[in-house]
């Protein structure tokens, strides 16, 4: 398995610019997190979707954030207006049920965001 | 309120020798835990975990160990070796929540050859 995949890897965009993250996460799993790496909060878990419906949106900062998951294979997170605080390195993982318990996570390599 | 606490940014550590990374919880309906490690510029990875049943599990050079009176525990490397030099992250599940999981804020932990 590929493992999840998120694009682009790295962003640059100018304050106002809509951005557009991607992650496909690994086959069969049915959880999907979206989180943000930063120095000051660390790794906040922004919201999390099961079978491509949001569970949890507790997270977004503001109503410039949103995230979608239109299929199993898919989902996007996307900032409009972008501004520099929304500068940070953002993960996208996976993972499912096995039935044994809380279930381990499997990360992508994160796509690092940086807003003049 | 930050629910899972690593009250140490960084760790130096000679090696060869033990690292301890603590982490602190304040959420009693943890009931599952997990290490995570951190490269640069690559995601967190799946090293180690431990339910709230047992307070002790070890995987190879990697031992975690649960303190629940004291809502505590604490990931031992031995012996430390350069590349376990990362980021790692502790989080913790509660029972009700699926599979999401509160991330604390990280330790970076160094190794020193």
């Not at chain 1, 790295?10 to 120095?39: A, N």
């Not at chain 2, 031992?63 to 525990?73: D, P």
Request: aromatic share 12%.
């Amino acid at each position: 398995d590929a493992g999840v995949i998120q694009s682009p890897r790295h962003e640059v965009t100018e304050m106002g610019q809509e951005v557009t993250l991607r992650c496909k996460p690994i086959s069969g799993h049915d959880y999907l997190f979206w989180y943000r790496q930063t120095m000051m909060r660390g790794l906040e878990l922004l919201i999390y979707f099961n079978n491509n419906v949001p569970i949890d949106d507790s997270g977004m900062p503001e109503d410039r954030f949103s995230a979608k998951m239109p299929n199993a294979s898919f989902s996007t997170l996307k900032i409009q207006p972008s501004e520099p605080r929304d500068s940070a390195v953002y993960f996208c993982a996976s993972s499912t049920n096995t039935g044994t318990g809380v279930e381990t996570q499997y990360f992508g390599p994160g796509t690092r965001l940086l807003v003049l | 309120d930050q629910q899972v606490k690593q009250n140490s940014p960084s760790l130096s550590v000679q090696e060869g020798r033990i690292s301890i990374l603590n982490c602190d919880y304040t959420n009693s309906m943890f009931d599952y835990f997990l290490w995570y490690k951190k490269y640069p510029a690559e995601g967190p990875t799946f090293l180690i975990s431990i339910s709230s049943i047992k307070d002790k599990n070890e995987d190879g050079r990697f031992t975690v160990f649960l303190n629940k009176s004291a809502k505590h525990l604490s990931l031992h490397i031995v012996p430390s070796q350069p590349g376990d030099s990362a980021v790692y992250f502790c989080a913790a599940s509660a029972w009700y929540a699926g599979n999401m999981l509160t991330f604390g804020g990280g330790t970076r932990l160094m190794v020193k050859p």
